[in-house]
């Protein structure tokens, strides 16, 4: 089997853009990136006043899926998330739904202060 030459475009360094929507797929994204590539897609889909979203991160034994739901746990703008509805992957996918962002949370905040 012979293998390709890289062209002069493989091998730049420079970062591939893509179009942000409303689902990102996560399927081509190496292990070692998704985390970084879910924080950046919630950033831009906040910069563009996306709302609802759709992750998808396969079945699997659901190591994609807990990388996920831990940076959409951390995310302040992430008021909801939870499983797909089953004809759109089920818990294959995480639905999520961005807001305002949420204040940060006081060790004092039961006390008033």
Do not use: K, N
């Amino acid at each position: 089997m012979r293998r390709r030459a890289p062209r002069e475009d493989d091998i730049t360094g420079e970062p591939i853009r893509i179009p942000v929507t409303s689902v990102l797929d996560l399927h081509t994204v190496p292990p070692r990136d998704v985390q970084a590539a879910v924080e950046e897609y919630l950033l831009e889909a906040r910069r563009l006043g996306l709302t609802a979203l759709r992750i998808i991160h396969g079945r699997g034994i659901g190591v994609q899926r807990e990388i996920v739901r831990a940076a959409l746990a951390r995310c302040p703008f992430v008021e909801d998330y939870g499983d797909a509805p089953a004809e759109v992957g089920g818990w294959g996918a995480t639905v999520v739904t961005l807001g305002a962002a949420r204040p940060e949370r006081s060790d004092h905040a039961e006390e008033g202060l």
